[in-house]
C-alpha cells in the first residue's frame, strides 16, 4: 500500500535514537536551610546517585543593600553590626549538600553567590541549560519557588524534577512507579521524550488521561503512546481518571497518591501561561503543591 508515496508494505530503513541518559543534573540551593528543605537537599543527591550522575549545586545568597544606622554614643540600645544577610543560610545549604553527597558516594561541583534577588531566577535557569535536569526542592504555595520554577520552565529548555519538601519523609528515590499525565498535547509529548530514561528503568508505567468520557479519540491517542513507547522498552499500559468537577491538578494528585506513584511525568502550560496565572490550572496546582516527584518539561 502506498500512502504519500511511501511503499507501506516495505520496511522503512531510519536511525534509531537512543535516549539520552541523564548524567549531568543541577540542584540550585535557596532559601532557609529548615528541616525539610535539607531533608530535599538529601532525597535529591539520592536520585542524582541512582541515576548515577554527577551532581551541580548551586547556592544563592540575595545581595540586599542595607541602609546604615546613625548610633548615638550613648544610645545602650546600639546594634551590633551584623555580617551579610543570608550568608550563614547559604554555608549551611552548602554544609547539607556537601555531606548528603559524601553519604551518597556522588560525584559533585558546588559554588556559591551573592547578586541581586531579582536575578536569581534568571542566574538558575541560566545554570540549568548546563544540565540534563534540574532538581528543585519545592515548599508548598511558596510565591519566590513557584518564580523560579517558572523562570527555569520557560528559559533552560531543560526538564525538572520538583521534590515536595511537604512530603519527602516518604519519597523514594528510585521511581519504580511512574505516571504519564497525558494529554495529547505537544508539552506532554516533549516530557514523555525527556523522561525516557526513568520509564526505561521503571517496573510499573501508566499512561493516565483526566476525561470523563472516554472517547474513541482519547483511546486511541492513549494507545499510540503505549505503541511509541514499547518501541523505547518501556511496556505501558493506558487508563482514564474522570474528573468528577474537580480540577485536572487535583485529579492526578488524588490519583497518584491513590495508586502509590513514585513518580509524575508531564508537560507545562498546555495553555498560554497568562491563562495559567490568571485562571490557575494544571501546572499552577501541581507547582504549588507536588503531590509526589515532578517531572516536567515545557
Not at 508539552?187 to 476525561?211: E, K, M, Y
Amino acid at each position: 500500500m502506498r500512502i504519500n508515496g511511501v511503499d507501506e508494505s516495505r520496511p522503512i530503513l531510519v536511525a534509531r535514537r537512543t535516549p539520552m541518559p541523564l548524567k549531568d543534573v543541577f540542584l540550585p540551593l535557596v532559601g532557609q536551610p529548615r528541616g525539610p528543605a535539607v531533608a530535599a537537599i538529601e532525597k535529591c543527591v539520592a536520585v542524582a546517585a541512582d541515576l548515577g550522575a554527577r551532581i551541580t549545586a548551586l547556592a544563592l545568597e540575595e545581595d540586599v543593600f542595607v541602609r546604615p544606622m546613625v548610633l548615638l554614643p550613648d544610645d545602650p540600645d546600639a546594634a551590633v553590626a551584623k555580617g551579610p544577610l543570608g550568608a550563614d543560610d547559604v554555608q549551611h545549604l552548602l554544609n547539607a549538600f556537601t555531606d548528603a553527597a559524601a553519604r551518597a558516594n556522588v560525584r559533585t561541583q558546588s559554588r556559591s553567590g551573592k547578586v541581586p534577588a531579582d536575578q536569581i531566577a534568571s542566574i538558575l535557569a541560566e545554570q540549568a541549560r548546563f544540565s540534563d535536569l534540574t532538581l528543585v526542592p519545592v515548599k508548598s504555595h511558596d510565591s519566590r519557588t513557584e518564580h523560579i520554577i517558572e523562570t527555569i520552565l520557560f528559559e533552560s529548555g531543560r526538564p525538572l524534577l520538583l521534590c515536595p519538601e511537604q512530603h519527602v519523609d516518604v519519597l523514594r528515590p528510585e521511581f519504580e512507579k511512574v505516571m504519564i499525565a497525558w494529554d495529547h498535547s505537544a508539552r506532554a509529548a516533549r516530557a514523555v521524550g525527556d523522561a525516557l530514561p526513568i520509564l526505561q528503568a521503571a517496573a510499573s508505567v501508566r499512561v493516565v488521561t483526566v476525561a470523563d468520557d472516554k472517547t474513541d479519540a482519547i483511546v486511541q491517542s492513549g494507545t499510540a503512546l503505549v505503541d511509541h513507547l514499547s518501541e523505547h522498552g518501556v511496556q505501558a499500559s493506558f487508563e482514564t481518571a474522570k474528573g468528577g468537577g474537580s480540577s485536572i491538578g487535583k485529579v492526578l494528585g488524588s490519583w497518584a497518591n491513590s495508586n502509590a506513584i513514585d513518580a509524575i511525568v508531564m508537560g507545562a502550560y498546555h495553555h498560554s501561561r497568562l491563562n495559567e496565572i490568571v485562571w490557575g490550572g494544571v501546572t499552577k496546582t501541581v507547582i504549588g503543591q507536588p503531590p509526589c516527584w515532578v517531572m516536567i518539561s515545557h
